[in-house]
């Protein structure tokens, strides 16, 4: 899944999600107060002002290191996201509140980089040693190339050592080992206590994949357990990123995953990954670094040989997890799914709120063209089954994931 990083105006206040601690910590219970059980006698007394980490680390700097200036907490940023051993702070940390702003610019980098070690000192609990803003993933890099790595330019690192700058690297969709070495790690846990591993200048993390993460684990349709008996099942998944849909399937149960993958720093995280969930010393997963344009005339003949041996599980379930569209795998996809069985694909697409029934009847319609042409024969009636709508992906348009299943082959 390939979506922009957090909206920076969202709602939530602050998050925590670590290897330590996966769950979310919000303002609301960072800190605790203790309420007056008799207040119907006494004066209601006025609740102590409340800080987070992040405020309370901003505020020790302020009065041990820049005396002449105070600030209300109301005039101090909150929010921020913690990926062990990195402290994620919005796009707009450093310029709102106004009174905030002024007094950040105003630092020189010898003051910025004590402020910076109050603030990670103030989250000493979540041993963290970078810190960084965040910024929108650019579908388009400064010459309007499309980004097809949906590399994050825009992070902006303010403390610590993240590796070599984007630009440094000769060939930056094929790191070296050296350029895998140097790079900063981070990680987080999700769903069902799934680890995931990602280089946050290289690459990108999109945490409102969770939702589409728990619907494989909970086992949606094509996914219960009498589904994968017998022949066994095996999943593709056509932009593998980090892992995102590649590990809910594995905890599933699906006896392979197949993934294509042209950024090599994903690739990375993904083998970091498998190694820390338990699935390094295993050919569950088989991931190829390079374009999917040739995944189904690769995977055929992959199919050809393991046929051969009677190690072939077919597939049943193709994941097209690419925004705003995935439409130039959908033929590819049709062609991956087992002919005889039948199967699903899972199609990630951005669509105006307007017209989501509208693009499920012309996505239903398409793979229905493909799949005929896919297996030489005159018509083949695709059915799209749920339409799960994951998140706002921005005003007016929403990222939603097609449930299309395609028939068995009456022979």
Aim: proline share 7%.
């Amino acid at each position: 899944m390939l979506p922009p990083p957090d909206d920076p105006d969202s709602t939530t206040d602050t998050t925590i999600t670590s290897t330590r601690s996966p769950l979310p910590l919000t303002t609301d219970n960072a800190t605790t107060t203790t309420k007056n059980q008799n207040n119907h006698h006494h004066p209601r007394k006025p609740k102590p002002t409340l800080l987070n980490p992040l405020q309370k680390g901003i505020t020790t700097y302020l009065t041990h290191h820049h005396t002449d200036a105070t600030l209300p907490p109301s005039s101090l940023p909150k929010r921020f996201t913690i990926y062990a051993p990195l402290l994620l702070l919005p796009v707009n940390a450093l310029t709102t509140p106004p009174a905030w702003h002024t007094l950040y610019a105003s630092l020189t980098a010898s003051q910025r980089t004590t402020l910076y070690e109050c603030i990670l000192s103030a989250f000493s609990r979540y041993n963290l040693t970078h810190i960084a803003i965040n910024a929108p993933i650019a579908l388009t890099d400064a010459q309007g190339t499309e980004n097809r790595m949906r590399s994050p330019g825009g992070l902006h690192p303010l403390h610590g050592d993240f590796g070599p700058s984007p630009s440094t690297i000769v060939n930056l969709d094929a790191p070296t080992a050296e350029d895998l070495g140097r790079a900063l790690w981070v990680s987080t846990v999700q769903n069902h206590g799934i680890e995931q591993f990602w280089a946050p200048m290289y690459t990108m993390f999109s945490r409102g994949n969770v939702t589409e993460k728990a619907r494989i684990l909970d086992g949606m349709e094509g996914l219960r357990r009498e589904d994968m008996e017998g022949a066994g099942m095996s999943v593709v998944d056509m932009y593998a990123g980090i892992g995102y849909f590649v590990f809910s399937y594995l905890r599933r149960g699906v006896q392979r995953v197949w993934g294509w993958e042209i950024n090599g720093w994903s690739v990375e995280g993904l083998r970091r990954g498998c190694m820390a969930n338990g699935w390094g010393d295993e050919d569950r997963v088989v991931v190829f670094h390079g374009d999917n344009r040739f995944a189904a005339r690769v995977l055929a003949q992959i199919r050809h040989v393991m046929e051969a041996r009677g190690r072939w599980a077919p597939v049943r379930h193709v994941n097209l997890g690419l925004l705003p569209s995935s439409a130039a795998a959908w033929g590819a996809a049709c062609r991956m799914v087992d002919g005889r069985l039948g199967g699903w694909l899972h199609v990630h697409e951005n669509v105006d709120v307007r017209r989501i029934e509208e693009m499920g009847d012309h996505i239903t319609k398409e793979i229905g063209r493909l799949r005929a042409t896919a297996l030489e024969v005159e018509d083949v009636v695709a059915e799209c089954r749920h339409v799960e709508q994951v998140k706002t992906y921005a005003p007016g348009v929403m990222h939603c994931v097609f449930d299309v299943k395609m028939p068995a082959l009456e022979l």
